[in-house]
Nanobody
Framework: QVQLVESGGGLVQPGGSLRLSCAAS????????MSWYRQAPGKQRELVAQ???????NYADSVKGRFTISRDNAKNTVYLQMNSLKPEDTAVYYC?????????WGQGTQVTVSS
């Protein structure tokens, strides 16, 4: 079955960096677009970044120039490099794939940006 396992979250000061990882299994990883979403307390879940099977990326305006999504098909892993973090980036970050007409989510990893 499809499994997505995120890691790499934590507490970081404003201006700092974190790299999130999402290890995927149960499907042909290299053939599918992968996405990162986030959900802050009291807010709706929002798309942060997406990478297609061909490597094309797109980003939410709020993270453009600061975050970079990438994938390693040999490791079935998608990454989110987050630089110049701001307090408003605080949220639970989720990995996402749409596979065979279903949407799958990981368990999420908490990112807290605070001094």
């Amino acid at each position: 079955q499809v499994q997505l396992v995120e890691s790499g979250g934590g507490l970081v000061q404003p201006g700092g960096s974190l790299r999130l990882s999402c290890a995927a299994s149960g499907f042909a990883f290299s053939s599918y677009a992968m996405s990162w979403y986030r959900q802050a307390p009291g807010k709706q879940r929002e798309l942060v970044a997406q990478i297609t099977s061909g490597g094309t990326t797109n980003y939410a305006d709020s993270v453009k120039g600061r975050f970079t999504i990438s994938r390693d098909n040999a490791k079935n892993t998608v990454y989110l490099q987050m630089n110049s973090l701001k307090p408003e980036d605080t949220a639970v970050y989720y990995c996402n794939v749409q596979y065979r007409f279903r949407v799958y989510w990981g368990q999420g990893t908490q990112v807290t940006v605070s001094s």
